[in-house]
């Protein structure tokens, strides 16, 4: 099982046992984000995560195990788990995608519990940045999402202008029946634009599951995974014999290619293939991927970084 960031091994210890003993990638997946979608101290995804513009939470996120069988919410408002209800998407209509507050209003005739989205920390962040633009108690002053291992943060810096394009967890397991899974889920960039959806819920954007070939999800600054369908451009160069650590460095090459890049901006990727093969790719310094294994779990920095010195 992988996951971005280093705070996806909370999730990972959640699910960990039943997949180790034989349970099914899918449910792992959904377990282990619906464990960090609780979690207040994720300032990113879920509970924790920062609201938009007029203080809103949205909550976005999907799963997939085949072209055939995905599934996707974006813009939930009133619903905690984006990714078991995208699981409901996916096993009980013949669609994709659900929308808003149509999205929400079927989650609860599925019997999915409504709740409050805006943790208190989360609301007080909003109100201090709504009077002068400053998120209260960050840690550092770094441009980029970093991760700061072992306290479920990535937002470091004060600056207004360095919050606009971050983002999300993604979580691949493979299980021991071979079956690949993903599932991706985010509360998106921090106040952002209302009614704006990134990579996360975005089949072949923040994710894409191939079972014959791999699974590859992203985290980082969507519009830019956005604009070369990141996770399916992975997985498609490794149909084509492309290692995984290559397919996403070609994913991070076409990126930095198409695109103006800010201080800000990351992007980062993770592989795990059908032979059960790992990788993670980051665009700058600062990421870290969640491995849990028979022999352990570890959070561990990604096989290559294409602008290191950034
Ligand atoms: N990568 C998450 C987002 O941009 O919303």
Do not use: N
């Not at 996806?8 to 984000?33: F, K, M, N, Y």
């Not at 995560?49 to 939930?76: E, Q």
């Not at 519990?113 to 960050?138: F, N, S, V």
């Not at 993604?170 to 634009?193: E, I, Q, V, W």
């Amino acid at each position: 099982m992988v996951s971005t960031w280093s705070f996806g091994l909370r999730g990972h210890a959640v699910a960990w046992p039943g997949l180790a003993a034989g349970g099914s990638s899918l449910d792992a997946i959904v377990e282990s984000c619906c464990a960090i979608e609780l979690d207040e101290e994720i300032d990113s995804v879920g509970y924790g995560g920062l609201p938009d513009a007029d203080g809103h939470m949205t909550l976005d996120g999907c799963v997939m195990t085949s072209p055939s069988s995905c599934g996707s919410v974006c813009c939930l408002r009133r619903h905690l788990h984006p990714v078991r209800i995208a699981r409901m998407v996916m096993e009980r209509t013949e669609h994709v995608m659900l929308a808003g507050e149509a999205a929400d209003d079927y989650a609860t005739r599925q019997g999915e519990p409504e709740a409050e989205l805006l943790a208190p920390a989360a609301r007080a962040a909003w109100e201090q940045w709504k009077i002068d633009g400053t998120i209260p108690d960050q840690i550092g002053d770094d441009p980029r999402p970093v991760d700061q291992e072992g306290s479920g943060r990535l937002f470091s810096s004060a600056r207004e202008s360095d919050w606009k394009h971050h983002d999300t967890i993604g979580t691949l397991a493979l299980d021991a029946s071979g079956r690949l899974a993903g599932g991706c889920t985010t509360s998106g960039a921090p106040f952002k634009l209302p009614g704006r959806i990134g990579d996360s819920p975005i089949i072949g954007h923040g994710l894409y599951v191939d079972p014959s070939v791999a699974a590859v999800t992203a985290t980082g600054s969507g519009e830019l995974v956005m604009g070369c369908c990141g996770a399916f451009l992975a997985v498609e160069a490794m149909r084509r014999g492309a290692k995984p650590v290559e397919a996403m460095l070609e994913v991070l090459a076409r990126i930095e290619a198409d695109h103006t890049l800010a201080p800000s901006h990351q992007v980062c990727l993770v592989a795990l293939t059908a032979s059960g093969q790992y990788a993670s790719v980051a665009l700058r310094p600062g990421f870290r991927t969640s491995v849990s294994r028979a022999g352990g779990h570890e959070a561990i920095d990604p096989d290559a970084i294409l602008l290191p010195g950034s």
